[in-house]
T-cell receptor, first 111, second 116 residues
């Protein structure tokens, strides 16, 4: 079945440093979504990427979808303490809307 | 925006009893809802797809007789953990979309189940 690998598992940064998490799928995806889960909370939708090579930005967050639609990345510029949480990528391989989640990257930020 | 309400937020039950968790879409209709299980500091594992008016579709390895799903209306899906055991203790969370997933999924706040 479809597998989505995500690295790193953990990332600790100093406030102001950049952060990147990477996702790689075993199969070609129809789309990839990114979610953020704060400690003790539930996942919150950040963005969806659909097109090959697509790049989207949300303030300090930059999301990329690979040309082959099998990998994706989330980059945060100049992290802030409010960025703390676990970032999950989730891929969808078809029209049944099922998402396969990566294991997530837990980001901690030292003020 | 789309809101998904999940109840209860936490529950403690004795081994052998059953627990029902509700997932409601408050401001949209959801023909499909998803149920996930999340262990501490781990990812979300899809358990089943809940389909309004028909049987749920379970993922491989998930016991359908143990995790009963009912999606009787366009705004409500329920997950019943039957004959719960300590190993069923986990964080259960549902999700739904008002756009068929085109604009992402809205998650409920989750239910932390502890079986003692």
């Amino acid at each position: 079945g479809q597998q989505v690998m995500q690295i790193p598992q953990y990332q600790h940064v100093q406030e102001g440093e950049d952060f990147t998490t990477y996702c790689n799928s075993s199969t070609t995806l129809s789309n990839i979504q990114w979610y953020k889960q704060r400690p003790g909370g539930h996942p919150v939708f950040l963005i969806q990427l659909v097109k090959s090579g697509e790049v989207k930005k949300q303030k300090r967050l930059t999301f990329q979808f690979g040309e082959a639609k099998k990998n994706s990345s989330l980059h945060i510029t100049a992290t802030q303490t409010t960025d703390v949480g676990t970032y999950f990528c989730a891929g969808s391989g078809g029209s049944n809307y099922k998402l396969t989640f990566g294991k997530g990257t837990l980001l901690t930020v030292n003020p | 925006g789309a809101v998904v309400s999940q109840h209860p937020s936490w529950v403690i039950c004795k081994s052998g009893t059953s627990v029902k968790i509700e997932c409601r879409s408050l401001d949209f209709q959801a023909t499909t809802m998803f149920w996930y299980r999340q262990f501490p500091k781990q990812s979300l594992m899809l358990m089943a797809t809940s389909n309004e008016g028909s049987k749920a579709t379970y993922e491989q390895g998930v016991e359908k007789d143990k995790f009963l799903i009912n999606h009787a209306s366009l705004t409500l899906s329920t997950l019943t953990v039957t004959s719960a055991h300590p190993e069923d203790s986990s964080f259960y969370i549902c999700s739904a979309s008002s756009s068929g997933g085109s604009y992402g999924y809205t998650f409920g706040s989750g239910t932390r189940l502890t079986v003692v």
